[in-house]
Nanobody, 124 residues
Framework: QVQLVESGGGSVQAGGSLRLACAAF????????MAWFRQAPGKEREAVAD????????YYADSVKGRFTISRDNAKNTLYLQMNNLKPEDTAMYYC?????????????????WGQGTQVTVSS
């Protein structure tokens, strides 16, 4: 059974940066699309970014375009999210997700592997 474990969350001031990582343990070579979602209190879980199996295909939510970068290192079984110019509205629990599908769909129900989440708090 594959387990996803996130790290890298924390508290920063607006304008700061954080880098999230998601390590896949018990890695299965057929993991396809991977993604980052986030959920703020009282809000629905939303897709932040996703990346195809080879890393060449990416998607970003409009709210993070130009500030966040998703990447993956398949040799290290790790997914990353570099977050720059953070804003208070980026405050949320961030979750790593993966699916065995080789294409990405934005709905959380399309992902069957989830990490436990890492908290990101941005103060103004």
């Amino acid at each position: 059974q594959v387990q996803l474990v996130e790290s890298g969350g924390g508290s920063v001031q607006a304008g700061g940066s954080l880098r999230l990582a998601c390590a896949a343990f018990g890695y299965h070579s057929s993991i396809g699309c991977m993604a980052w979602f986030r959920q703020a209190p009282g809000k629905e879980r939303e897709a932040v970014a996703d990346i195809g199996p080879g890393g060449g295909s990416t998607y970003y939510a409009d709210s993070v375009k130009g500030r966040f970068t998703i990447s993956r290192d398949n040799a290290k079984n790790t997914l990353y999210l570099q977050m720059n110019n953070l804003k208070p509205e980026d405050t949320a629990m961030y979750y790593c997700a993966a699916t065995y599908r080789n294409y990405c769909e934005l709905s959380p129900v399309r992902f069957n592997l989830w990490g436990q989440g890492t908290q990101v708090t941005v103060s103004s």
